[in-house]
């Protein structure tokens, strides 16, 4: 099993800054990929941001946040991170992080098996 607890989330104004955490325990993270997805109220789970394994370099992201949120991981502290700049008030949403099937990063959830409660992102205008 594997327990994934996030924490950064918060209150913020627009063009404000979050950086969210994602801890992993029970098993390690390093051989899978992760990611980052999140819900709105009244709205659908939406893919975020991935990356694979072993590989800072290898990300995916929506089209909405590209340029604004970087996904990165350090696998000695079995943790992802999701650093979120220029936040607007779409971003408004529960985050969540998820451990991958596979190693390879991907927009699919239906390809990652352990999720965490999620963390509350608020962006005001």
């Known amino acids: 099993q594997v327990q994934l607890v996030e924490s950064g989330g918060g209150l913020v104004q627009a063009g404000g800054s979050l950086r969210l955490s994602c801890v992993a325990s029970?098993?390690?993270?390093?051989?899978?990929?992760m990611g980052w997805f999140r819900q709105a109220p009244g709205k659908e789970r939406e893919f975020v941001a991935s990356?694979?394994?072993?590989?800072?370099?290898?990300?995916s992201y929506r089209d909405s946040v590209k340029g604004r949120f970087t996904i990165s991981r350090d696998n000695a502290k079995n943790t992802v991170y999701l650093q979120m700049i220029s936040l607007q008030p779409e971003d408004t949403a529960v985050y969540y992080c998820?451990?991958?099937?596979?190693?390879?990063?991907?927009?699919?959830?239906?390809?990652?098996?352990?999720w965490g409660q999620g963390t509350q992102v608020t962006v005001s205008s």
């Open positions: 029970g098993r390690t993270i390093s051989m899978y990929a």
């Open positions: 990356i694979s394994r072993n590989d800072n370099s290898r990300t």
């Open positions: 998820a451990r991958g099937i596979y190693s390879v990063a991907t927009m699919d959830s239906a390809q990652y098996d352990y």
